[in-house]
């Protein structure tokens, strides 16, 4: 009867010490990720602290709440990074994505319930990143703004719409060629604000020199130059 006793009471204790080791693996996992080491440093990363609570309890949901919130911020930071036109950037978050989900992934693709508890919509919002990270590297060749025999450049719409660096970069590049030429600039934009927009960048990249041209309403944006007015 003792020794049962004392195999309850060590049972007991053996669970309260791992709800205390659980507890505070977890505190370290939730600064590690608010600080916003997601999977670096080696070790003192929020992913590798809440795969250490999974390890000693398995049906942790904090622990897989974690894991999932980290795949979805990866997921933004790549997205956030095509925004920016920065491909060579998603594809790094991408990679991260496989090295570390890859098999969680691919049970949520099957219908199985995997260790992160991944979902299909998880899976889906990889494949939908993937997709887009395709896209963007198929993209034409930069185009040349020091070419004079050049008269019409496409301007990338969805980098417009975001006013990002690359649509920034691209129209400081032609207000630089205009300022030597003198060439006067036909704005073709989908709304007056966007040709607000792109008018005003070109001028602000050439302090000392204004702009001149006109703007009207295309489906597909653009800037056509004309000889010197």
Not at 23 to 48: C, I, M
């Amino acid at each position: 009867m003792c020794t049962g006793t004392f195999g309850v009471v060590a049972a007991n204790a053996e669970g309260a010490n791992t709800e205390v080791l659980v507890a505070r693996v977890l505190l370290k996992a939730d600064a590690a990720f608010s600080a916003k080491r997601y999977t670096q440093p080696q070790y003192n990363n929020a992913f590798d602290r809440y795969n250490a609570v999974l390890m000693i309890a398995p049906d942790n949901q904090h622990a897989k709440r974690g894991l999932q919130l980290i795949l979805q911020r990866y997921i933004a930071l790549a997205n956030d990074e095509l925004e920016f036109g920065s491909v060579h950037h998603a594809l790094t978050f991408l990679a991260i994505i496989d090295e570390n989900y890859s098999r969680e992934l691919a049970a949520a693709a099957s219908g199985r319930t995997g260790v992160f508890a991944l979902t299909a919509e998880h899976n889906r919002a990889v494949a939908a990143l993937r997709a887009r990270v395709a896209k963007h590297q198929k993209v034409q060749p930069p185009q040349d703004f020091n070419d004079l025999l050049i008269k019409v450049y496409a301007l990338d719409a969805s980098a417009l719409s975001a006013k990002n660096t690359k649509a920034r970069q691209a129209l400081e590049q032609i207000a630089a060629r205009v300022a030597n030429t003198d060439e006067a600039v036909l704005i073709h934009a989908r709304n007056d604000k966007e040709g607000r927009w792109i008018y005003q960048t070109l001028n602000s990249a050439t302090p000392t020199y204004r702009v001149r041209g006109d703007i009207r309403l295309a489906k597909k944006p653009a800037i056509h130059l004309l000889a010197p007015l």
